[in-house]
C-alpha cells in the first residue's frame, strides 16, 4: 500500500506496515486502527491534520506538510516484517521516497521503521564500506535526534501501536513533544 499526504511535504512519516485490520482494511495508512486513533488526534494538535480523526478513505482527512509511508507495503504476519519482506519492499520505498523533495524531517516509529530509513540512505549512498562507522553512531532510542549527512533531521519515536500506548511506553505527550519538535525542525 502505498503512503498518502501532502506531496510538498517537509516531514514524513516513516511507519512499520500497514495494519491488518486498519490500514489494510481502509486502503489508507494508519486509518481505522488504535494506532491512527492515537496518532491523528496529536497530528491535528500540531497543525499536520485538518482534523483528529481517520475513519476510512473517504473521511476528509487531509494532511499538511506532512507525508506518510510504511517501509513494507503489506501486513506482515505477527506484524514483524522479515529481512525479504522489507528487502522486495524497498524498491516502491525508494521511488516514493524520491519524489518528496522538500522533506526536511523524517519521523521514524519504531525500529523498523528507523532502520529502513538508515537503509534507504545507504541504498542511495556511497558504497557500504564507506558508511558502515557512520551508521553505528545512529541509534534508536526514542526522542533521539540526528542530523545527517544530507542536511535532513532523523526523529525517532517508539510506535503508537496498543503495545507501546497501552504500557505507558509512549504517552500522548511525548508523542506530541516528537511531532512539535518536527515542526520547529521543518522550519529552521
Known sequence: MPGFGDPNARVLIMGLAPGAHGSNRT???FTGDASGK???????ETGFANQPN?????????LKDLYITAAVRCAPPANKPTPQELAECSQFLDREIAGLEKVKVVVALGKIGFDAYLNYLKRRGPPLNQQRSLFKTYLFKHGASYR???GKVLLASYHP???NTQTGKLTRAMFVEIFKQAAKLADD
Do not use: C, I, K
Open 27 to 29: 486502503g489508507r495508512p
Open 38 to 44: 492515537f496518532m491523528f488526534p496529536v497530528l491535528y
Open 54 to 62: 481517520a475513519t476510512d478513505r473517504n473521511d476528509g482527512l487531509e
Open 148 to 150: 545527517l549527512p544530507d
Open 161 to 163: 501501536s496498543n503495545q
